[in-house]
């Protein structure tokens, strides 16, 4: 019984499965029932029938008959069948405690015999039968090979291979029992260095069954003839250093293989060449079968790498760079189960292996169709609808973040990106995909911010009469496509921007809050940006200055300024006087004059600066800090349902889209207001007036400003 316990430890003791804990098994020992038969023991092939205790087998590799020994112990050899042994019919699934860790035929119980040739007679294939039959029969198959192959001519090329078939196939069927798995691929790395013309293993095999001696063959050939470790055989070679896999090389197994590949090559292209060291090969095999003794080679003359630190120290440098770029996908698929293949997930995989799954390739094909037959235009939640798959029903920051990383994944941008736009999309609104995307590193250069400025400006003066002229695009698209300080992808960005603002409606809210912080001497500026756009063509009616008047209170300002702002124009160049009849209408919509704007292009470049500061709803804004140098003037209360103070930070919010908690707190502080709370509050009044909420908190406050515009209205 000892023998059995030291042997169950042995089994598991290197098991991978067991994860470094052992399983001792206390098995009891029968004797072997004495036999008659003095018949020498024959080898059936698969291709012979053989009749034993009722049952048929057929397709079977068996030793049959009365005797044969063991090889280098006492005892009978223990898979030979025995037909003078008795045998009580029973099941495939049937056992007793006879069917030890250790079996014989020759010493289970009769009816564990007969569930034995019950599964011989079945195929060999039953999945619930005990692990002890299928034992004995490997053991057959381990003598065959162990100690008749290795005669001359006894075992043909032709049997030999079909013999490791059988043991891939068993494997197959009982690949969950951690002890004949070991054993199954022992032999069979044994096989693949005795005829490696007729057997072979793959070197992730080798890798997953810790299969060392014909890997380290493997590696010291290579070595040996100065031949570059490929990749393949790198990723292999890893698993037999001291290296520990963590959490992202287990739980993305397959991806760590791939990348581990892909940043080897980066790396060392073909692969790096390791000198022969001075340490030897010897093969040896332990026998699953007690009536087998152990088989030790001498010394070859093939150099053992394996060990190798220097070889270790570049794997390992490898590995641990790959389960870095793998947490985020591995932290997201291990919260999220069954999310491993939406695009939410992959869109955290690097680069490289992202562009390589399918539902990468088939968002870029859906994505330039997009921008093919619809010019890039497409409602966000459609967008949204293909990357995540469950509806969204609030446009939280991580949301953005997501959308955001995967178009940088597939070589797609979409306008308005906040990280450049000033502005973000919303839930009920469009987007507009392009390529030629910029760099998630980018930092928007000082012409990118005043060409965008420019634009938002433009597209709400075109738009403002509820037409948009084909001239006024043009001209605007030719502040982009004829500005040379503009590399190609920042003019991507900025024409899909454009095409987003004239689709999008216009909020107006924040442009008015900040109008109105300026000085007497800014706001004359920003008129006459307003005036020098919508008299590009050089001509006015009084329907278009009746508009402008609008759009002058809409933005807070004095439309008192508007005669003054034209006549300003008009003295540089003298508006043209037309006589409109019925074959020559008077044009519809605002026209834009190339040649108006040049002669004021040094103005307006003075001007921009203080727009960007205006529509800069992203970036720091230094009325941030004015809180905290002194008491804010609170607001007298009145009857919209918010207090003084409430409506006072509401008023500071409300001049641009995103700020940093920080930033919300200082506004706070004084007020006696807590973020949270204030937040609360300024939502539940937002909803009791138009049934939504105003501010996001997502870690920073985002102002959602179409609400703020319909509370405005």
Not at 436 to 457: A, G, H, I, K
Not at 611 to 628: G, H, M, N, Q
Not at 666 to 690: H, R, T, Y
Request: with cysteine; aromatic share 8%; proline share 5%.
């Amino acid at each position: 019984m000892a023998d059995d316990v030291i042997r169950e430890v042995r089994h598991l003791k290197n098991e991978s499965d067991a994860e470094g804990l052992v399983t001792i098994s206390v098995s009891h020992s029968h004797s072997e029932q004495p036999s008659k038969n003095k018949k020498p023991a024959r080898w059936i092939t698969s291709d012979e029938t053989l009749s034993i205790g009722g049952k048929t087998i057929s397709g079977a590799y068996l030793y049959h008959g009365g005797l044969l020994a063991a090889v280098g112990r006492y005892g009978i050899e223990a898979s030979l069948l025995d037909e003078s042994l008795s045998v009580i019919p029973s099941s495939s699934t049937y056992e007793d405690d006879s069917l030890s860790y250790w079996p014989k035929y020759s010493t289970i119980s009769p009816r564990c015999r007969g569930a034995y040739l019950s599964w011989l007679e079945g195929g060999r294939k039953h999945p619930e039968t005990p692990i002890g039959y299928v034992f004995i029969y490997f053991y057959g198959l381990e003598r065959r090979i162990i100690a008749d192959a290795s005669k001359a001519n006894q075992v043909s090329d032709t049997e030999y291979e079909n013999i490791s078939r059988e043991i891939f196939r068993l494997i197959s069927v009982y690949y969950s029992s951690p002890p004949f798995r070991n054993y199954a691929y022992r032999l069979l790395e044994w096989m693949t260095i005795q005829r490696p013309h007729l057997v072979s293993l793959n070197h992730e095999e080798m890798a997953k069954q810790r299969l060392e001696l014909a890997f380290a063959i493997q590696a010291g050939t290579a070595v040996l003839a100065g031949s570059p470790i490929s990749a393949d055989m790198a990723r292999s070679w890893l698993y037999f250093t001291e290296w520990i896999p963590k959490t992202p090389a287990r739980r993305c197994k397959d991806q760590f293989a791939k990348l581990f590949c892909i940043k080897y090559q980066e790396k060392y292209g073909a692969g790096f060449i390791v000198k022969p060291n001075k340490r030897f090969l010897k093969a040896h095999y332990q026998p699953a079968s007690s009536t087998l003794s152990y088989i030790s080679s001498g010394e070859s003359k093939i150099p053992n790498p394996v060990g190798l630190k220097s070889v270790q120290n570049r794997l390992v440098e490898i590995a641990e760079q790959c389960n870095e770029e793998l947490r985020p996908y591995s932290s997201y698929i291990g919260r999220n189960e069954g999310t491993e293949k939406t695009l939410t997930a992959l869109a955290l995989l690097p680069k490289p292996l992202f562009e390589q799954e399918p539902s990468s390739i088939e968002f870029r094909s859906w994505a330039a169709e997009i921008i093919t037959e619809h010019d890039g235009i497409i409602p966000f939640t459609d967008l949204l609808g293909k990357i995540s798959p469950s509806p969204v029903d609030k446009l939280r920051k991580a949301t953005l973040d997501t959308t955001q990383l995967l178009l940088d994944k597939t070589g797609y941008a979409y306008a308005p990106d906040s990280r450049f736009h000033d502005a973000k999309p919303t839930l009920d609104g469009p987007v507009v995909l392009s390529n030629d995307p910029l760099s998630p590193e980018y930092q928007p250069t000082q012409t990118f911010n005043e060409v965008s400025m420019s634009l938002r400006l433009g597209a709400m003066v075109a738009s403002i009469d509820g037409q948009i002229d084909e001239e006024e695009v043009l001209f605007l698209q030719g502040l982009i496509s004829g500005n040379e300080r503009l590399s190609s992808n920042e003019k991507s960005s900025l024409f899909a921007y454009f095409t987003w603002r004239l689709n999008s409606p216009h909020n107006l809210v924040s442009l008015k809050s900040q109008i109105q912080k300026l000085s007497d001497d800014a706001k004359r500026g920003i008129s006459k940006i307003l005036i020098k756009t919508a008299m590009a063509d050089g001509t006015i009616s009084p329907a278009e200055i009746k508009q402008m008047e609008k759009l002058y209170v809409s933005l807070g300002l004095d439309k008192a300024m508007l005669a003054g702002d034209i006549h300003g124009v008009a003295t540089l160049k003298p508006l043209k006087t037309e006589t409109f009849t019925a074959s020559k209408p008077r044009p519809t919509g605002f026209h834009l004059d190339t040649d108006i704007i040049a002669q004021h292009e040094d103005e307006t470049r003075d001007v921009q600066g203080m727009l960007r500061e205006i529509f800069a709803d992203t970036e720091e804004d230094t009325t941030a800090e004015e809180p905290v140098e002194q008491s804010p003037a609170i607001l007298e209360d009145d009857d919209d349902g918010l207090d003084p103070q409430h409506r006072h930070l509401y008023s500071l919010l409300v001049s641009k889209e995103k700020w940093s908690r920080d930033e919300v707190h200082a506004f706070c502080e004084p007020l006696g207001l807590m973020v949270d709370g204030a937040v609360e509050a300024i939502n539940d009044w937002a909803f009791e007036k138009v049934d939504d909420a105003v501010l996001d908190d997502d870690g920073d406050i985002y102002i959602r400003l179409d609400v703020a515009q319909e509370l405005e209205n």
